[in-house]
């Protein structure tokens, strides 16, 4: 079993930054992708971002490229997302998520476990 718990999550301007973190207990950390997706109000879960196993590729949507990084610090069992130059329509609840395989994925259902998720506002 993979615990996953998010935080960083707040209320900031338009233009600000956050980091969000996802911290991780349970099997070994550098077996797993882990992938982070949010959900806005009324709006269908989506994928952000994800970055694999030991290599450490990542991937990401179109509609944050540029403006966020995923990495991940194996020493720490966390998984981190900066996110930079923000917009009211990057307002959500966050979720990370963690898949028992190595390679990058996009899908939800590629992922096996998830955390509860953290809210992020940004105003205009």
């Known amino acids: 079993q993979v615990q996953l718990v998010e935080s960083g999550g707040g209320l900031v301007q338009a233009g600000g930054s956050l980091r969000l973190s996802c911290a991780t207990s349970?099997?070994?950390?550098?077996?797993?992708?882990m992938g982070w997706f949010r959900q806005a109000p009324g709006k269908e879960r989506e994928f952000v971002a994800a970055?694999?196993?030991?290599?450490?590729?990542?991937y990401y949507a179109d509609s944050i490229k540029g403006r966020f990084t995923i990495s991940r610090d194996s020493a720490k069992n966390t998984v981190y997302l900066q996110m930079n130059s923000l917009k009211p329509e990057d307002t959500a609840v966050y979720y990370c998520?963690?898949?028992?395989?190595?390679?990058?994925?996009?899908?939800?259902?590629?992922?096996?476990?998830w955390g509860q998720g953290t809210q992020v506002t940004v105003s205009s």
């Open positions: 998520a963690a898949r028992g395989g190595p390679l990058v994925k996009t899908k939800q259902n590629e992922y096996d476990y």
């Open positions: 349970g099997r070994t950390f550098s077996n797993y992708a």
């Open positions: 970055i694999s196993g030991t290599a450490g590729r990542t």
